[in-house]
């Protein structure tokens, strides 16, 4: 793990904010922002590859250019580069620079913990399994998040507004794309660098 940005170890609870952030929101701040009633510091992770999609759009450089600007906010925000991007790998990486005392939650919105907790992650590599390791802290978007009772015990829930259930770096790309209005979804300090570079 390359942390960029830290606050100083050790730390109790770690909210990871693990994604592509191509590019960063006002969703991922408000996510994080909203995690920090429950947790220490959050740690933007910026895996180098994904486990279940290609790397494409901005480059892995430029996307860590604009979460620096992005984070520069709040003294409580981190960011680091993974080697992986499994849950559990970058729980294993986190632990390596902030000790084994480090208490972590993977900070995520309702439609990716629907998605991980259904992966097949192979034999003896559950979810469950995986959760011994780490908590999750899921953030409600476009609606609230439903656990399985087998797991129910390892997650936490997060309101987040509604004013930001359609904000996503998805739309954002979109919208200058095709010429509409975009400003409003992305972060005020990363809007000069979209506009500069013409990133999208």
């Known amino acids: 793990m390359d942390h960029y940005i830290t606050v100083t170890p050790p730390c109790g609870k770690l909210a990871i904010l693990a994604g592509a952030f191509n590019p960063p929101t006002r969703a991922h701040l408000a ?21 279940h999609k290609e790397y494409s759009g901005l480059e892995f450089e430029t996307r860590l250019e604009l979460l620096r600007a992005a984070l520069a906010i709040n003294p409580r925000f981190s960011l680091a ?11 294993h990486e986190a632990r390596s620079v902030y000790g084994a005392g480090m208490d972590p939650f993977f900070l995520c919105g309702r439609d ?21 390791s780490f908590q999750l802290l899921v953030a409600s978007r476009k609606g609230a998040y439903e656990p399985p009772p087998e797991i129910r015990g390892r997650v936490r829930l ?43």
């Open 31 to 51: 996510m994080a922002e909203g995690a920090l009633a429950v947790v220490d510091e959050v740690l933007f992770a910026l895996p180098r590859a994904f486990p």
């Open 81 to 91: 580069a993974t080697q992986g991007g499994l849950f559990i790998d970058i729980a």
């Open 158 to 200: 997060l309101d987040l507004p509604q004013s930001f259930d359609e904000v996503s770096s998805t739309e954002l790309r979109r919208r200058m794309q095709a010429g509409e209005p975009w400003r409003h979804l992305a972060p005020e300090s990363i809007v000069h660098l979209l506009e500069r570079k013409n990133l999208i």
């Open 112 to 132: 990716t913990a629907e998605r991980i907790v259904s992966w097949n992650y192979g034999s003896g590599d559950s979810i469950e399994k995986q959760l011994e």
